[in-house]
């Protein structure tokens, strides 16, 4: 069994069986991965008796169920109206020219992956930055890159 | 009981009861999409919105049971601009090109536009241009996405009824598509090619690959001789596509349009059905002598038939473990064609390579079968082109034929005789009769117990039958099976047969043979048949295939005088050299995933 | 103008350390369903995440309903843009939800409740399951036959909509059901199920604690009590307040605004933008506009082009495509203003996309479609100028 088949039975004996157990079992699988290879989903399918297609179906209707490859780090930066207007074009940009990567892509070293999301929950601390599952409020430019370098210092 | 008006009449229906249901039952035509008769309710077209009284949103009249004193109207002001709307809003992310449209004539959502004729389009074209890429990966089924219109009818056809969910709804918003897993390719997914996705599609989204052009290219070809093969289910279905009532059966007719159209020979698949009645019947019987006498541990039971490549293909993914149990004998139309360019064009003094072997299927997985490597015993593709029911009518009208108008016609000689037996192969639970007939009467020297020989406990809708013989009066040679219940199963409709395999999987059924037909119905109800489809059309056509069955003089496949002929002219006995080599085959395993 | 100060309630955030959660399960299961029902009938409290379904009601629909397996869930998905009071609830007073959802299972018949937190909260996760994990011995200490378990989301805005929410919970895509059935009659797993936000599941405990009198003091007659309110936007003072319900808008601007309000955006993106000159006779309530609690604040400076055109493009992405009238009807508002901006389509096309809005209203499948239309014509209504040029 390859790392990722362990992973995912070691999910599914935690989590049980049924279909019920599918939302757990994928996100426990991106919280580790970044996000779904084929060969992940298809080890889902087989664990959970259920077909691959209906497996990518139902993960990629959900914006954190990636099936593209990610870097190790997603930078999600908020993109909905009050980060709108508290700037986050400019976080977006200094993100962008700092990691020379557009939106959507994946630095060469397989660091980061810039993306953006919808409101976040902190409107009122706008604009935010998601990394992985840790918020980020208030960010400036200069912010957002300081944090930046700092998570490449701790990704090897 | 649940009392409402519907248009202000008044009307009572049972509890549970749709609005849409009640709706039709006093003849007012509520529009639908993403409906269905054979499938769940979805209730995301919103095509059906009616107005309810004193309710604030319409109600999708697919999706919503009636109440009490509930005032319906189903063309109120609210309801027809909505109803434009959302018919505009589908066509705004339509390719709607219909003129070059293989579903052109037959597509639910022209239909529906054609009864408003909308002039200037106010929405903006949505169409995106990658959608225009169709997928012709599979030899069976093409998918165009630029014209799906996402009422989701063929991702729960393949969910529901075949249990192999290869469809399935992708992303959400803007991004939401109906595909395959990762979006691969239909032909490397675990797509059985049945075209049940097809026959329930309203638009032009999913269709047959097909053939036609090749066809009349081979029949113009003054080098080729070209035969043609008839499956049992398309004459009782044919007529549909013709401007005839479903049930109606057309076997003389089809005949006749077919040698106008030009095909050299007529020939019959239900010549190869009695066949291989001939062959599977004795492959049963050698089973179950090996397992029972000689204690065989390597031959497997239940044998299951293996002449519905959906089935075959469903099985090479699902239960690989079972593949043992499939009969050996190949589908009677390769059968067909292996005979064809062997036997037949030496006796009709052809050679092999300039003949054109062309099969008339109510089935679109036969088109990816006769492309199978197996599938060239002859030394050339046994079969050349599969065509689907549909596109022979729309050859037929091609041709100018006034179908109607045709007087009866007979298939010719050999390979065109065929008993009552070979019919009932058109639907679920024929098979198991017809080889119940042959091998009880190998057995015991009598016909089957049962009045006219119709093996009523195996016929009929229900998705999965069973039946017992007890077996009285063997002779000699079958002394091992005197006092043995024979029991059978027969699913049709791939869940069906998925519930079936998971009981002899584990081990609580113990059958001797077991029936599958990969469509729901069985042929009748297959891929390649008129749409549309229906509980209440399938049991029309299968009334038709009895019809047929009663009709014919000879109802027994062993009895049927041009088997026995090419037994003795060429094949000398069932499961002989010749029929190894010919008629029989073996099976791959696939990945489920 | 007399400077008039709102009035600051205390009730989601206060703490009794005379009455903590947990005591308040204690004190309130020695009464009967019946009662708890008729107090929470007699508070007059609706439902605080969007459709203000009165709560007693849905708790006796689903006490009503015969079967063996009920579950009660929090809806913690949390996604309107614009609102973060339930982050801050789960994060400062969780417990109090615990009861209120112990309560609810109390009353229904439930043994198991479930929280579903949206994906975005992902890093309250484990300091949530620590809690629960302590609620539930608690429980178990009580003798009280209820365990809560908690459930996370993955970045999908229409899994806050009940039945989606069921639907994800399930393994599945988060579509929205047909209804009927509803959540009471076929919720989760096709149970009768009680699916409350956490505000509201708060607020039913803190009922228990002080008595339906307190409560329904607060607040006018068809919006009984108080309410979390997110403030963002063109605001010196963003955060969160609890405030009574059924206040005129013109003292929340007077409080909040910056001095140069032009507009607010009430309930998150489906909800509806108030110009300034409506400012003085708008009630913030069932009566007036309800409100999931986001108010989003504009000042002169902003473009409300690009305010909705920011809607129409997340409701374009977060609808979950099923229905047409969503899917497409929200791609053709969004392609539709950007044709006008543009001048590729005539001003008019406004009022045909106006008209679109109100197939979308009555025909789509559920709330999120049903919705857009707010946004669409309370801005193109109110700002039209501002969206042609
Ligand atoms: C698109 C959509 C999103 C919703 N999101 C939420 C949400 O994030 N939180 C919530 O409590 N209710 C949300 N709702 C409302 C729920 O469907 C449901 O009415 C609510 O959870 C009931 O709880 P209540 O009665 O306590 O308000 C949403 C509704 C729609 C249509
Ligand atoms: S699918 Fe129907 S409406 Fe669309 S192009 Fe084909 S025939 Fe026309
Ligand atoms: S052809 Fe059959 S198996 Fe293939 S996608 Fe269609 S319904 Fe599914
Ligand atoms: S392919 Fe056909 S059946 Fe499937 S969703 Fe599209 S239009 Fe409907
Ligand atoms: S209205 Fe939108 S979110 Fe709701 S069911 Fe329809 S498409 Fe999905
Ligand atoms: S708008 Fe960015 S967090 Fe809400
Ligand atoms: S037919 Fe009723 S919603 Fe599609």
Same mark, same amino acid.
Not at chain 3, 218 to 222: A, H, N, P, R, S
């Given at each position: 069994m390859t790392n990722t088949e362990v992973l995912i039975h070691e999910l599914v004996e935690k989590h049980g069986k049924t279909r019920n157990a599918l939302m757990p079992v994928l996100q426990g699988v991106v919280a580790r991965e970044k996000f779904l290879s084929e060969e992940a989903m298809i080890a889902v399918a087989r664990e959970l008796d259920l077909s691959a297609a209906d497996v990518y179906g139902t993960a990629s209707f959900y914006t954190f169920l990636d099936t593209k490859p990610r870097g190790k780090n997603i930078l999600r930066v908020c993109k909905t109206i009050s980060c709108h207007m508290q700037g986050k074009d400019a976080i977006i940009r200094a993100i962008e020219d700092h990691l020379m990567v557009k939106v959507g892509e994946t630095t060469h070293d397989k660091k980061f992956t810039l993306l953006t999301a919808n409101c976040l929950g902190w409107c009122h601390k706008g604009p935010v930055l998601l990394i992985n599952d840790e918020v980020f409020p208030s960010m400036t430019p200069e912010k957002a890159i300081e944090i930046i370098e700092d998570f490449s210092k701790k990704t090897n | 009981m649940v009392n409402l008006k519907i248009n202000n009449t008044p009307i009572q229906v049972e509890e549970g009861t749709t609005i849409l249901e009640a709706a039709k039952r006093l003849n007012f035509r509520i529009p639908t999409l993403c409906n269905h008769p054979d499938l769940t309710v979805a209730g995301n077209c919103r095509v059906c919105v009616v107005e309810v009284k004193g309710a604030r949103l319409l109600a999708a009249s697919c999706a919503t049971p009636v109440s009490e004193g509930m005032e319906v109207n189903t063309n109120s002001e609210k309801v027809r601009i909505a109803r434009k709307h959302i018919l505009e809003l589908l066509l705004s992310e339509h390719n709607a090109d219909c003129t070059k449209c293989f579903k052109n004539g037959h597509c639910e959502l022209q239909e529906l536009a054609s009864e408003y004729r909308f002039g200037d389009h106010i929405f903006i074209d949505l169409v995106k241009?990658?959608?225009? #890429?169709?997928? #012709?990966?599979?030899p069976s089924i093409s998918k165009d996405a630029s014209k799906c219109i996402r009422c989701q009818r063929c991702v729960r056809t393949c969910a529901e009824l075949q249990s192999v969910c290869a469809l399935a709804v992708a992303n959400k918003g803007d991004h939401q598509v109906i595909t395959t897993f990762m979006n691969k390719p239909l032909n490397d997914v675990v797509c059985t090619n049945c075209g049940q996705c097809i026959n329930r599609?309203?638009?032009?989204?999913l269709y047959e690959r097909n053939y036609i052009e090749d066809v009349w290219h081979a029949i113009y070809d003054p080098n080729k001789f070209v035969v043609v093969e008839t499956a049992p289910a398309t004459r009782v279905a044919l007529g549909e596509d013709l401007g005839l009532d479903p049930g109606m059966r057309v076997t003389g007719r089809m005949v006749s349009a077919l040698r106008k159209m030009g095909f050299n020979k007529v020939l019959d698949t239900d010549f190869t059905a009695d066949l291989t009645i001939m062959e599977e019947g004795t492959e049963l019987l050698t089973r179950l002598k090996k397992a029972l006498v000689d204690k065989d541990e390597t031959v497997k039971l239940p044998m299951m038939t293996s002449c519905s490549p959906g089935w075959v293909k469903f099985q090479e993914h699902m239960y690989p473990g079972l593949l043992d149990n499939l009969s050996t004998c190949k589908s009677p139309q390769q059968m067909f064609g292996a005979l064809a360019k062997t036997y037949y064009a030496d006796k009709i003094n052809i050679k092999a390579e300039n003949m054109v072997v062309v099969s008339i299927m109510p089935c679109t997985a036969k088109k990816f079968e006769c492309n199978r490597s197996e599938m060239r015993d002859s030394g050339f593709k046994d079969v050349d082109y599969v065509l689907t029911t549909r596109e022979l009518a729309m050859m037929i009208k091609q041709a100018g034929i006034e179908f109607e108008k045709l007087e009866d016609g007979n298939y010719d000689s050999i390979l065109g005789q065929s008993t009552g037996a070979a019919v009932i192969f058109g639907t679920t639970g024929g098979v198991m009769e017809a080889a119940l007939r042959t091998a009880y009467e190998i057995i015991? $020297?009598?016909?089957? @117990?049962?009045t006219n020989l119709n093996i009523k406990p195996v016929r009929g809708m229900e998705g999965v039958k069973e039946a017992s013989i007890k077996i009285k009066n063997t002779k000699p040679d079958w002394n091992f099976l005197e006092g043995v219940e024979l029991n059978v199963a027969v699913a049709h409709g791939l869940a069906n047969a998925k519930l079936l395999m998971d009981a002899v999987n584990s081990g609580k059924a113990n059958y001797h043979f077991i029936e599958v037909m990969g469509c729901p119905g069985g042929c009748i109800g297959?891929? $390649?048949? @008129? #749409?549309?489809?229906s509980a209440e059309i399938r049991k029309r056509r299968a009334e038709a295939i009895y019809a047929e069955d009663m009709g014919k003089p000879i109802r027994k496949s062993h009895e049927n005088p041009e088997v026995t002929e090419v037994y003795n002219e060429y094949l000398s006995h069932p499961l002989g050299h010749k029929s190894h080599e010919l008629l029989h085959t073996h099976y791959k395993v696939r990945n489920r995933y | 103008m007399e400077q008039k100060q709102l009035k600051k309630i205390d009730i989601i955030f206060g703490w009794d350390d005379k009455c903590t959660p947990i005591q308040v399960v204690e004190k309130t299961i020695k009464k009967t369903p019946e009662n708890i029902i008729l107090d929470m009938i007699d508070s007059g409290l609706k439902g605080r995440g969007g459709a203000g379904f009165p709560t007693g009601l849905k708790w006796k629909f689903c006490r009503n309903e015969d079967s063996d397996t009920k579950y009660v869930i929090c809806n913690a998905d949390e996604g309107e843009p614009g609102t973060f009071k339930d982050r801050e609830i789960l994060d400062r007073v969780p417990e109090k939800i615990f009861a209120g959802m112990t309560i609810c299972g109390f009353v229904i018949g439930a043994r198991e409740g479930y929280m579903y937190v949206r994906?975005?909260?992902?890093?309250m996760l484990k300091a949530l399951d620590k809690k629960i994990e302590l609620f539930n011995k608690q429980l178990r200490d009580l003798k009280v036959d209820f365990q809560i378990y908690l459930r996370s989301g993955s970045g999908a805005y229409v899994c806050g909509e009940e039945s989606a929410l069921f639907e994800s919970m399930e393994g599945k895509r988060g579509e929205p059901r047909n209804k009927p059935p509803y959540p009471t009659v076929a919720g989760y797993n096709n149970k009768p199920t009680v699916i409350n936000n956490v505000e509201t599941l708060v607020y039913t405990s803190e009922i228990c604690r002080m008595g339906p009198e307190q409560f329904k003091a607060?607040?006018?007659?068809?919006s009984r009590g108080s309410k979390v309110f997110s403030v963002s936007g063109d605001t010196p003072i963003a955060g969160i307040y609890e405030l009574e319900l059924g206040m005129p808008l013109k003292d929340f601007v007077e409080e909040f605004g910056d001095g140069d309000t032009k507009a607010i955006q009430v309930g998150g993106a489906s909800g509806h933008c108030v110009p300034r000159k409506k400012f003085n006779d708008t009630i913030i309530g069932f009566e007036g506009i309800p409100t999931g609690g986001s108010m989003m604040i504009f000042n002169s400076s902003r473009s409300m082009y690009n305010v909705l055109h920011d809607y129409l493009e997340f409701f374009t992405e977060e609808s979950c495509g099923q229905c047409t009238p969503c899917r497409i009807g929200c791609q053709q508002l969004l392609k539709g203003i950007e044709a006008v901006k543009k001048g590729e389509r005539p001003p008019t096309y406004l009022d045909d996309l106006k008209r679109l809005t109100s197939t979308m209203k009555i025909a789509a499948k559920c709330g999120l479609g049903q919705s857009v239309a707010n946004p669409f014509t309370s801005i193109v209504d109110n700002f039209r100028e501002e969206i042609i040029y």
């Open positions: - | 241009a990658k959608d225009k #890429i169709r997928d #012709i990966s599979s599609c309203p638009t032009g989204a015991t $020297g009598n016909e089957v @117990p049962f297959g891929g $390649g048949q @008129p #749409i549309p489809t | 994906g975005e909260y992902n890093f607060l607040g006018t007659k068809d």
